[in-house]
């Protein structure tokens, strides 16, 4: 990883989830970045959204299907948590890029829809 790398919006992200709580993702996932490079580097935060690939997420209204997931879990299906926003100091989590780069314009426009039916943060 480069010195100089920082997250930008629409990137996916390795992040440490611990500590949780409850319901809450925990240990390593991938992360699907919100927030652009500009805040991300000036606070430290990102903001976004967990991915996974439990099965059960195929009947999960709120889990965005974004394609097949890479490595050794290459066969099951990936899916972004909308339901589930978080705020990660990426720097202190020692967040890296994921090897899935970006989430494609299509998927991420499907994303941001689903999370704003859950916020309701803009009208149309």
């Known amino acids: ?40 580097n000036r606070t430290s935060l990102v903001v976004g959204l967990p991915m996974t690939t439990a099965a059960y997420n195929a009947d999960n209204p709120f889990a965005v ?32 890029p994921h090897t899935l780069g970006k989430l494609n314009t299509e998927a991420m426009r499907e994303v941001l829809d689903s999370l704003n039916q859950i916020m309701m943060l803009c009208e149309g």
Request: glycine share 4%; with cysteine.
């Open 65 to 96: 299907l974004v394609g097949k997931a890479q490595g050794k879990k290459a066969d099951k299906e990936s899916y972004v948590l909308c339901h589930q926003p978080k705020t990660f100091d990426w720097r202190i989590r020692l967040a890296k």
């Open 1 to 40: 990883m480069k010195a100089d790398w920082i997250p930008d919006r629409q990137d996916i992200i390795w992040i440490d989830c611990n500590p949780q709580v409850g319901q809450e993702m925990k240990d390593i996932h991938p992360f699907l970045v919100l927030s652009p490079a500009a805040f991300n």
